[in-house]
Structure formats: C-alpha cells, structure tokens
Antibody, heavy 117, light 106 residues
Framework: EVQLVETGGGLVQPGRSLKLSCVASGFTFSSYWMYWIRQAPGKGLEWVSSINTDGGSTYYPDSVKGRFTISRDNAENTVYLQMNSLRSEDTATYYC??????????WGQGTLVTVSS | DIQMTQSPPSLSASLGDKVTITCQASQNINKYIAWYQQKPGKAPRQLIRYTSTLVSGTPSRFSGSGSGRDYSFSISNVESEDIASYYCLQYDNLPTFGAGTKLELK
C-alpha cells in the first residue's frame, strides 16, 4: 500500500524558516518524481515544487522560487521542503505527492503551516 | 506558464443528475490533464489522468474528454458520495491546477 506521511508543520513567524519532510512507503521511491502542493485555508490547490528521481532537477513556481528548496534522500525514502523567508501568504496545508501510476497520483494527509507573528 | 480556467466555480445538482465541469488551458496541453476529487478535510484523490483514463477504483459514472485547449469532466447519475470539490490539473508543462468546482446538492 502506498503511503506518504508529511511532518514538520507548525506555527512560525514571518521571515523565519521551516523544513517539511515526507516519508514514503509502498513503492520504489527512487524511481518516481515527487511533488509538494499547498492549499491555503478555504482556497484551491497550488503546485509548489517538483524533483526528479535522482534529485538533480528541481522546479518551482515564481511564488516560491528562491525561497523554497526541494530535496530528497532516496536511501531514507524521504522528500523534503526547506522553506525560508516565510510570508503570511505561505500559510497553507502542504501535501506531498508522487507520480506512481500517474501525475500526482498519491497524496499524503498534509501538514499545516501557519505563518504569523 | 499555462493557465487553467475552470468553470463553473460551483454547481448545484440533484441526485441522479448529470453534471459537467470544464477546463480551458491557455495553450494546447496535448491531453495531459488529470481530474481530482477533494472532500472537506481530506487530501485530493486522483480520478482521471490523460484526459479520459479512469484511475483504478474510479466509478464508471465519472468520465473525461477533450483535446487541444478544451477539456471536460462529467459525472452521470450524481450520488451523495460525489459531493465534493473537483480540480483539473495540466501536466504538459510546469503543473497548474484549475481554481476548483464545488459540487453541492440541490
């Protein structure tokens, strides 16, 4: 059974940093791209980042480029999202997803990040 | 970046109705569109990929079609368990989601 479990969310002050983790199981982690997606309270879905199988290629939308960094540890079956210079508009539930069987096929349960003073 | 214009933002249907949601891309996305269902407090669940391929476990009352820039998603014979929000996603280029459609019971 494919499982994705995100951790690391919480309350953080504007301008500070936070690192999210997503531990994967139930599929060959090193063979699949991984993604982060976020959803602000009451709003729609926004793609945040992508990483290829060996971590050599990463992609971001303009809204987080230069502030967020995605990485992965294939030995630990884990993908990370380092978030720096956080803003109030980064407040959201952050989901990780994979492309096992299709794009953004499986999702974790999400972790809530609240940016507030 | 490719923009996805999803409509309508909300939809009211009776049980047994057929409903249709559309997504228009700002450029040709070569059928690389997926559809997701999200219930309150839950993660999205993929229903359809590559325009019309039902993901394992997706009931046959769900369907998708389209080409080029224009795509649609339909639910025939709406059931109570279908009450949720629905999102399109293009993955021809850097991924972008539509704004979502909230399906409610009339």
């Amino acid at each position: 059974e494919v499982q994705l479990v995100e951790t690391g969310g919480g309350l953080v002050q504007p301008g500070r940093s936070l690192k999210l983790s997503c531990v994967a199981s139930g599929f060959t982690f090193s063979s699949y791209w991984m993604y982060w997606i976020r959803q602000a309270p009451g709003k729609g879905l926004e793609w945040v980042s992508s990483i290829n199988t060996d971590g050599g290629s990463t992609y971001y939308p303009d809204s987080v480029k230069g502030r967020f960094t995605i990485s992965r540890d294939n030995a630990e079956n884990t993908v990370y999202l380092q978030m720096n210079s956080l803003r109030s508009e980064d407040t959201a539930t952050y989901y990780c997803a994979n492309n096992y069987g299709g794009p953004f096929a499986y999702w974790g349960q999400g972790t809530l990040v609240t940016v507030s003073s | 970046d490719i923009q996805m214009t999803q409509s309508p933002p909300s939809l009211s249907a009776s049980l047994g109705d057929k409903v249709t949601i559309t997504c228009q891309a700002s450029q040709n996305i070569n059928k690389y569109i997926a559809w997701y269902q999200q219930k309150p407090g839950k993660a999205p669940r993929q229903l359809i990929r590559y325009t019309s391929t039902l993901v394992s476990g997706t009931p046959s009352r769900f369907s998708g079609s389209g080409s080029g820039r224009d795509y649609s998603f339909s639910i025939s014979n709406v059931e109570s368990e279908d009450i949720a929000s629905y999102y399109c996603l293009q993955y021809d280029n850097l991924p972008t989601f539509g704004a979502g459609t909230k399906l409610e019971l009339k």
